[in-house]
Each structure stands twice: as C-alpha cells, then as structure tokens.
C-alpha cells in the first residue's frame, strides 16, 4: 500500500492551494483519511481528517479556510486551502487508516510529505 501526495509550493499569503493524495495497493477498505503538518522541530500535528462518510473534523486554526474531501471510489482524500497564511507554511502529510489484504489487518498509512510555503 501507498499513498502517494501532489500539489504544495509556494504561494503569496491570502493565495489558494490544493493538496490530493491518492491510496493504491492491495486495499479493500480505508477509514479516515487525513492531513498533517509538521514543521522543523515540532511534531505532526492534525490539519483535517474526514471519515467514510464524510465527517469532518478540523483544526481550530484552518476551519473556514481549508476544505478537506474524500472520493472513496478513486481512494483519494484532497484539501483546498484558501487564504493562505505564513503560519501555515509546513510540510504536509496525508494520512489514512487502511485494511490491506496482504496483511490482513488495519494499519496507518503516510504520504512522503509535500511542502506548502506562504510568504508574506
């Protein structure tokens, strides 16, 4: 299993930014799927998370700014990120709960990181 992320870069603070993460490998099933961002010497801390069905959760800092999406046919999870600020400049993980058939239980995925950096 895999989770393979895209998007990130460098964008001017007020500006947007989308972050997709696609899951392959032998899945049958994934639960939450989310994202995380770290910085240097801090730990990973959650941005958003969403269920199977769609629920939500959000950080404090990111809620009304960033949308966070899943397409469970394509085992996909995005994040639209608008009003960008400098304090979110990190690297960001993606992040999913996954059952792959090969070892026949549960585990926790991540994507390799992708930079977002926002300047002022």
């Known amino acids: 299993v895999q989770l393979q992320a895209y998007g990130g870069g460098l964008v001017q603070a007020g500006g947007s930014l989308r972050l997709s993460c696609a899951a392959s490998g032998s899945i049958f099933n994934i639960l939450d799927m989310g994202w995380y961002g770290q910085v240097p010497g801090k730990q990973r801390e959650l941005v958003a998370t969403?269920?199977?069905?769609?629920?939500?959760n959000y950080a404090d800092s990111v809620k009304g700014r960033f949308t966070i999406s899943r397409d469970n046919a394509m085992n996909t999870v995005t994040l639209q990120m608008i009003s960008l600020k400098p304090e979110d400049t990190a690297v960001y993980y993606c992040?999913?709960?996954?059952?792959?058939?090969?070892?026949?239980?549960?585990?926790?995925?991540w994507g390799q990181g992708t930079q977002v950096t926002v300047s002022s």
């Open positions: 969403i269920t199977r069905s769609g629920v939500t």
């Open positions: 992040n999913a709960h996954i059952f792959s058939m090969p070892t026949g239980r549960w585990d926790d995925y």
